[in-house]
T-cell receptor
Framework: GDSVTQMEGPVTLSEEAFLTINCTYT??????LFWYVQYPGEGLQLLLK?????DKGSNKGFEATYRKETTSFHLEKGSVQVSDSAVYFC??????????????FGQGTRLTINP | NAGVTQTPKFQVLKTGQSMTLQCAQD?????MSWYRQDPGMGLRLIHY???????DQGEVPNGYNVSRSTTEDFPLRLLSAAPSQTSVYFC???????????FGEGSWLTVV
């Protein structure tokens, strides 16, 4: 079945450091790919998404490019802030029904940014 | 600007008790679903629905029951709570024609 693998956490960085959180996937079809963020005590929020190969999703300074050849969707940010501290989830949807989203999640990566 | 609303936010149950987690959305979304979040495992799909009167099982449905009598509501029932059901539960919704899922804020459930 479909699966998502994220880099192990936790990840601790200093403010203004460069961030990469690796995500690779296994899917039978052509999935849509997502990054969700969960701030402490809150639900999940969609951070960015890409629906086809070579698409780049971006939001709040974060970027991720859908790489079909390497089955990857790595999350990057050039200069992190303390407010970026959260848990980040990579996810895919390979639903046969358009929009009927059954997301498959990675295990999540906890990110802590120190001032 | 309610979005997806879950209640209760926190609940402690004794083993064998039953309860219902409520979920309501005000965006007229056809698709609704329930996930559970356990440490180190990400979120796993419990049940989902593509419209009123239609439900189906996800990855981990055992011990849970759902119904969808209206577009807005999608309650999750625990029939006889077990400690293995201690988890954080998230309700989510989306349009059938879109691919963005909106999540509620979560319900923290502890079974003792």
């Amino acid at each position: 079945g479909d699966s998502v693998t994220q880099m192990e956490g936790p990840v601790t960085l200093s403010e203004e450091a460069f961030l990469t959180i690796n995500c690779t996937y296994t899917a039978t079809g052509y999935p849509s790919l997502f990054w969700y963020v969960q701030y402490p005590g809150e639900g999940l929020q969609l951070l960015l998404k890409a629906t086809k190969a070579d698409d780049k999703g971006s939001n709040k300074g974060f970027e991720a490019t859908y790489r079909k050849e390497t089955t990857s969707f790595h999350l990057e940010k050039g200069s992190v802030q303390v407010s970026d501290s959260a848990v980040y989830f990579c996810a895919l949807s390979d639903s046969p029904i358009q929009g009927a989203q059954k997301l498959v999640f990675g295990q999540g990566t906890r990110l802590t940014i120190n001032p | 600007n309610a979005g997806v609303t879950q209640t209760p936010k926190f609940q402690v149950l004794k083993t064998g008790q039953s309860m219902t987690l409520q979920c309501a959305q005000d965006m007229n979304h056809e698709y609704m679903s329930w996930y559970r979040q356990d440490p180190g495992m990400g979120l796993r799909l419990i049940h989902y629905s593509v419209g009123a009167g239609i439900t189906d099982q996800g990855e981990v449905p055992n011990g849970y029951n759902v119904s969808r009598s209206t577009t807005e509501d999608f309650p999750l029932r625990l029939l006889s709570a077990a400690p293995s059901q201690t988890s954080v539960y998230f309700c989510a919704s989306s349009q059938l024609s879109g691919n963005t899922i909106y999540f509620g804020e979560g319900s923290w459930l502890t079974v003792v």
